[in-house]
């Protein structure tokens, strides 16, 4: 596994890479695209992380997949991560890479996770509170249907965690019940 620190690092020499030849922006896009392809494709992930398979290979699929669809700097960046063998950890690149993206552009990433899907007219409504509660320019709201919850919703921005699901209001109401230190006086 990729130390955090290293993968630090790819990130932070990519982001130099990208503000020296102003397409900042444009890499950001690319990494998106291809952390939903990544996280899309489990056939992809397993390639990526092979050892059995050899780079020369590994860099046709990335051509085939990626050469007309990414930015010259990351698709050369992601080659470079190919012959050097660092392949196996570009999905914890990515990650590093976006959230220090998002720090720098001062984007708070958001999950808004409920039990049935939300409408776009919600989800505006969500990321618009969230702009004003936190200090911020730009909210990234992701939206996540887990029945599991039963109802209510759960929503993670940043560090921090609002739950306020049935299922949690539940498990609450489990563990007083469990709890017999406090008998009430009649």
């Not at 899309?40 to 590994?58: A, C, E, H, Q, T």
């Not at 029945?147 to 949690?168: A, M």
């Amino acid at each position: 596994m990729l130390s955090p620190r290293l993968a630090s690092r790819y990130a932070k020499s990519l982001m130099l890479i990208a503000r020296e030849n102003k397409v900042l922006d444009a890499v950001s896009k690319d990494l998106h695209l291809l952390k939903e392809t990544l996280d899309s494709s489990k056939d992809l992930r397993i390639m990526f992380k092979s050892p059995v398979i050899p780079s020369d290979k590994k860099e046709k699929v990335i051509h085939a997949l990626f050469a007309e669809r990414l930015s010259d700097v990351t698709y050369s960046f992601i080659n470079l991560l190919t012959k050097k063998g660092r392949e196996k950890h570009l999905v914890e690149m990515v990650d590093s890479f976006l959230e220090q993206y998002n720090k720098e552009k001062n984007i708070v990433t958001a999950s808004l996770t409920t039990a049935v899907p939300v409408g776009e007219e919600s989800l505006k409504q969500v990321r618009n509170l969230l702009m004003q509660s936190v200090d911020t320019k730009a909210v990234e709201l992701s939206a996540v249907v887990d029945e599991n919850i039963i109802g209510g919703f759960v929503l993670k921005y940043g560090d921090l965690l609002l739950d306020n699901s049935v299922e949690r209001k539940l498990q609450l109401i489990k563990k007083q019940i469990q709890d017999t230190s406090y008998i009430p006086k009649i």
